[in-house]
């Protein structure tokens, strides 16, 4: 299995309603993350998990919550989104850095279209 | 992180040779030289990778100029499938994060 798996493709939801993307790979990756992107712009990262552990948060708002139950699972809970949150959300994952000169490509699956009325 | 530059848009006829560049003046050492690609409504795809030495995979060449301060994604022959974004992007070795530049759309002409 060579593939990042997300579900669901499609969501609506509202500005009070919570709800929750998910994520799952098997390939044995320990490095899993979230992307948003924005139509005709580029990927933007959200978070790193490293080993099932946060590693990087890069300054998101506290209404996106990141989870990762085990090393083939990354959730993102959404809360008391805002209409500029309408997004495609990405999740790929990697080899962690190990400590020598190594570097891994990664695998991107094929998003969350989310829209928040 | 250093930055990379690459043209907004390119050009290509179906079934020629696509050269696609990338400027990375600020690059260290030790950083790869990553490309990425972006279909439309699907997530990015990883092309291929290099440190100092050209490489070549099943989907396209990766030239890399002796100085590391630009190099050259190729594909050989365009088909109307490799019309895409594609993404230049430096990681540092260890790195767990890809930082996504503008990018280049390539639009291919039958």
């Known amino acids: 299995d060579t593939e990042v798996t997300q579900t669901p493709k499609h969501l609506v939801m509202g500005m009070t309603n919570k709800k929750s993307l998910k994520c799952e790979q098997h390939?044995?990756?320990?490095?899993m993350y979230w992307y948003k992107q924005k139509a005709k712009k580029p990927p933007e990262l959200m978070f790193v998990?490293?080993?099932?552990?946060?590693?990087i948060n890069e300054s998101v708002p506290s209404r996106f919550s990141p989870e990762c139950p085990n090393s083939s699972l990354l959730n993102l809970h959404l809360h008391a989104l805002q209409p500029e949150d309408s997004a495609l959300y990405l999740c790929?994952?990697?080899?962690?850095?190990?400590?020598?000169?190594?570097?891994?490509?990664?695998?991107f699956g094929s998003g969350t279209r989310l829209t928040v009325v | 992180d250093a930055k990379t530059t690459q043209p907004n848009s390119m050009e290509s006829n179906e079934e020629e040779p696509v050269h696609l560049p990338c400027n990375h003046s600020?690059?260290?050492?030790?950083?790869?030289i990553h490309w990425y690609r972006q279909l439309p409504s699907q997530g990015p795809e990883y092309v291929i990778h290099?440190?100092?030495s050209n490489v070549n995979n099943r989907m396209a060449s990766l030239a890399i100029a002796e100085d590391r301060k630009s190099s050259t994604l190729i594909l050989h022959r365009a088909t109307l499938r490799d019309a895409a974004v594609y993404y230049c992007?430096?990681?540092?070795?260890?790195?767990?994060?890809?930082?996504f530049g503008t990018g280049t759309r390539l639009t291919v002409i039958p």
């Open positions: 790929a994952s990697s080899q962690a850095p190990g400590r020598g000169p190594s570097n891994y490509g990664y695998t």
């Open positions: 390939m044995g990756h320990r490095a």
């Open positions: 998990y490293s080993y099932e552990k946060l590693s």
């Open positions: 600020t690059i260290s050492g030790t950083d790869y």
């Open positions: 290099g440190l100092t």
């Open positions: 992007i430096l990681n540092p070795p260890g790195a767990n994060n890809l930082f």
